[in-house]
Each structure stands twice: as C-alpha cells, then as structure tokens.
C-alpha cells in the first residue's frame, strides 16, 4: 500500500483523501489543518489521523474535541508521497521539509510549474511521472484544456488553440471571495497562465488563453477553438471523446445548458459532493467549420478534476503502474467515475 500524506485538508485535499482512501493500492495516514473547524470535525468523523502544522494550537483542537496525532512533520515522516494542498503559494515553502525527509511530493496548480520541474495530467504525461521525486498537478482550468487538446492533437493535430475561460469567482464555502456584481477581467493581460501552463505539459502545442472572473461558484466554463492540421468532422470528434474516460458529453436530451443544471445533474447521480471529475463538454456547441475549424463549450468543476489526476500522480510516482490506461482505469473505478454520457 502507498501510505499517502495530505498536507493542507481543504477543498481540494479533502477530495483527494477520500479518492486515495477508495483505492485499493493506496491508504492515507494523515491529513493536516492548521486551526479547527468543519472540514477537522469531517477528518475526525472518516477517520484520518489528523496533524497540524502549529503543535501550539494544539489546545485549540483539544477543546474542540478534535483529537492531534502530532505535527505536520511527524505526518511528512511516516509517508511514502505528500499531497501539498496547501492554498496557492504556501505549497513552495513545504519542500525543504519533503526535502529533509527525502519524501516524494505533489503540488496542485496554485503553485508555480517550478516547484517541481515536472507538470502532469496522466491522459498527457503518465509515463514521465514514473518513479519522480517532485510533481505538480496543473489546476483545474489547464487540467480540462490538457485532456481535450491532448485528444484532438493526438488525432488530426493541432496547428493553433484560442481558449476563454469563464471563471468561478470562489469555491461554494469561500463566503469571503467575489465578485458580487462585476465580471473582472483576470488577468487584463493576454495570455492568462493557462496558456503556459498547458505548455508545460505539452510544449509543442501554440495556445493562446484568455480568462474572466464572474460571480457563480459552481464551475468554470470555456470557449475553446483549435485550428486542425487535418480536417475532421463532428461525428469523429464526437466518437473519441465518448472514448475517453475522462470527458464527458452533455447531451441535448438532457436539457442541461448552464453549470447550474449540470451540478445538478451530478449531485443527483448521487456522485459525492456531486463532484464532476470529467469535462463536461457541451455535444451541441461541437463544431467543425471549414473542416479544420473545431469550437466547443466544456465545463469544469474546479473542486473534482484535479482529484482523479492527483490519485495517477501518486501512482506514476510509487512506480508500480507503468500505464496510464492501467492507472486512470484503477482510479475510475474505485471513485465511481463514469463520464456522463
Ligand atoms: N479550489 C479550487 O478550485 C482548486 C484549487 N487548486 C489548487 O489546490 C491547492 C489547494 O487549494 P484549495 O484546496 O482550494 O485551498 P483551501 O484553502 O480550500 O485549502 C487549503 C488547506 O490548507 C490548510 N493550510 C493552510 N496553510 C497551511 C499550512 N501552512 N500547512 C498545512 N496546511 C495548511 C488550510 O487549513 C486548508 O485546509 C492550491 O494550489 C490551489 O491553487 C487546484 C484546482 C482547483
Ligand atoms: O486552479 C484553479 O483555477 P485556474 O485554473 O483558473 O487557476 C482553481 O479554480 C483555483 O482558482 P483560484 O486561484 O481562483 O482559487
């Protein structure tokens, strides 16, 4: 078993604890916080040993009923590989701490490509991944464009991608996030890092990003165009992705045109949290003009896609699983993801 460390139990981290615990190959032996609160009290009620980085808040915890294994580096020397879901920016401070303890460690998207020198998606660069000491999972946003252009690419090839993304302002319990009424233009600049960020899992693919931020918290939408090499029809675009365990096609039938019906539609599915872990792309906005011209909408739930793509680092890391076809099948299976159809 692949005894796995979840530094940072938030809206991310408490995702991957629970995917981790569904695997049968792997077991989490710690989860950390940094003051009490719900998402303690829910680390408590599934059982994960839980850690916290300042052993002087202890008491706090104690007087909460929360019971303290010890300290974020005691967690970080009982693992095999750390999940950093520390928010943005505090991941990077953590590495001399993995680097002490010669433990392997995942960074989520919020920190900087070189963090860890190596980005991944597993339907991308699984095999890269294999036996590294250091891995960065992109964000969610470059996670949805890398499974879909990795796709297309890998068919007809791609000459050029011009993305939009449309922004959730905060996560459903980020009461402190907005905006309340603006669509904020983040950044104002062209490109947004999504462009970049796609580059470091796939150099050779020319992308151009843009990025808003509007006042909903459930997904994130895109606009994504690519300029083919070689022509291609709807049907066959639409044939591969129903091949592809990890994008998921809104039907017409459905009704679903908006992020509010498709949150819906998950959490009626009975999927935890009502987590999308796939694209949930759009079947009726898939266009192929001129025959090389391809457009389509896609949501992306940004609390869930990363999650199944953190569980292949982890993985790809250990070394046991050298295919990514093997692993993304482990891992889909063991959280119940089928994509929508
Ligand atoms: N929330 C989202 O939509 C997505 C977030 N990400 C990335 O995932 C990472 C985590 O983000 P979230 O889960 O949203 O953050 P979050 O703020 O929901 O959770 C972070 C957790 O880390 C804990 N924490 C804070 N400082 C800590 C420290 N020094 N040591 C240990 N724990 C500490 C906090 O108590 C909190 O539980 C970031 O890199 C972010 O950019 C990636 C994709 C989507
Ligand atoms: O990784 C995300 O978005 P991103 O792909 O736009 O950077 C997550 O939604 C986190 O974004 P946030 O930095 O607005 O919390």
Redesign the pocket.
Same mark, same amino acid.
């Given at each position: 078993m692949i005894k796995v460390a979840v530094n940072g139990y938030g809206t991310i981290g408490k995702r991957v604890a629970d995917a981790v615990s569904a695997q049968p190959d792997m077991e989490i032996i710690g989860v950390s916080k940094t003051k009490p609160g719900a998402e303690a009290f829910v680390a408590k009620e599934r059982g994960y040993p839980l850690y916290i980085a300042d052993l002087s808040k202890k008491e706090a915890f104690d007087k909460a009923g929360i019971p303290v294994a010890g300290s974020v580096e005691e967690m970080i020397q009982k693992a095999d590989i750390v999940v950093d879901a520390t928010p943005?920016g505090v991941g990077v401070g953590n590495k001399a701490l993995y680097e002490k303890y010669g433990k392997k460690a995942i960074w989520? &998207?919020?920190e900087d490509h070189e963090v860890a020198g190596f980005s991944f998606n597993a339907s991308c660069n699984y095999t890269d991944a294999i036996g590294r000491q250091y891995a960065r999972v992109v964000?969610?946003?470059?996670t949805g464009l890398c499974r879909i252009i990795n796709l297309i690419d890998s068919a007809f090839g791609v000459k050029k991608v011009r993305a939009t993304?449309v922004?959730?302002g &905060?996560?459903p319990g980020d009461i402190k996030r907005g905006p309340i009424d603006a669509i904020v233009l983040n950044p104002v600049t062209i490109p947004?890092?999504?462009g970049p960020?796609v580059q470091s899992v796939l150099p050779h693919i020319n992308i151009v990003t843009s990025?808003m931020?509007v006042p909903t918290t459930l997904m994130?939408m895109h606009f994504l165009n690519m300029e083919l090499k070689n022509p291609a029809t709807k049907e066959q675009v639409i044939e591969l992705i129903k091949a592809h365990s990890r994008l998921g096609l809104i039907e017409k039938s459905t009704g679903i045109t908006s992020t509010a019906q498709l949150k819906e539609y998950t959490s009626d599915l009975l999927r935890p949290r009502g987590d999308l872990w796939e694209n949930g792309i759009f079947k009726d906005s898939i266009s192929v003009l001129d025959g090389t011209d391809l457009y389509l909408f896609q949501a992306i739930h940004?609390e869930a896609d990363?999650v199944v793509e953190t569980v292949d680092c982890i993985r790809a890391m250990a070394g046991d699983v050298k295919s990514a076809a093997e692993s993304i099948a482990i891992t889909n299976k063991a959280v119940g993801l089928t994509a929508i159809r």
């Open positions: 943005g989520e &998207g919020g964000s969610c946003n470059t993304m922004r959730r &905060g996560d947004s890092h999504h960020d990025a931020i994130h940004q990363v």
